[in-house]
């Protein structure tokens, strides 16, 4: 099977086009954000650009919810515009036909993590009345200020209290979790072992392949090209080989214009086995 990896790329000329840009860069996979990444506001879909587009693409991607959407703020307001935007956005990706929508869970805004979990969950039970065939997978945090989903186990305990765990997936963000504190570098193989133990590796649908500019632990988020970064790029070598990884989505967060991410995507390529 061909190795799955990409970057993030931005639908703003259609979807046909971020198709044919990805095969441009090599990229076997992508990732796009649903609407402006710090707004509220989508563009209508052209069918027609969605047809051609489901024409020439057929491997897994991911579609990234805005960053501003916050199931957990402290205000009523705005936990009732993000659950308002996941839904049309889970509409609008049922007729894109994208398999994964990626959401970051939230951060609680001083109200504590065990409020955080309480409303992540209704939130998504809310979303998940209606069926989607999409996949809501949550994001894995590095933990800055109040922000959610920073251990597995917090993940968990959002998940345990989710009504449609069967609609339930997760994305691994390298960057994230080794700010988070888990030691991908040298521990790579425990720190499967405890994600699988604790969400299910089964449950994982595709990696942010992201170096840091930050050290271990720092709760930071802050990408790096890779092997630019202190995770570097043995770690990465390691992270795109592991059997239980290796087939799943890889895609470039990196700070990066996209000569920078082909020159990446060749990389991964070159390093998978
Ligand atoms: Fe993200
Ligand atoms: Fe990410
Ligand atoms: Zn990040």
Known sequence: MKKLIGCHLSSSKGYEAMAKQAM??????????????RGTKAKALD????????EIWNTPYVAHAPYILNLCSKREDLRELAVDIIKDDLQRLTTIGCP????????????????????IADGIN?????????????????????????TFDELKAIYDRIDRKDKIG??????????GGY???????????NFDRT????????????DSKNTLNSHKDRHEKLGEGNIGIDAIEHIVNHPRLKSLPFILETPNELNGYKKEIALIKNLSK
Do not use: W
């Open 24 to 37: 441009e860069l090599g990229a076997t996979t992508f990732q796009f954000f649903t609407r402006n990444p």
């Open 47 to 54: 069918l027609e650009d969605i047809t051609k587009f489901k």
């Open 100 to 119: 994964y929508y990626n959401i970051h869970p939230g951060s609680h805004t001083q109200q504590g993590a065990d409020i955080g979990i309480i409303q």
């Open 126 to 150: 809310e979303i998940l009345k209606v069926d989607t065939p999409v996949t809501f997978c949550l994001e894995t945090m590095s933990g800055k200020g109040t922000e959610m989903g920073r």
């Open 170 to 179: 997760y994305v691994l963000d390298t960057c994230h979790i080794f700010d």
């Open 183 to 193: 030691d991908i570098r040298t521990e790579l193989d425990l720190v499967i072992d």
């Open 199 to 210: 969400l299910g590796i089964e449950n994982l649908k595709a990696i942010h392949l992201n």
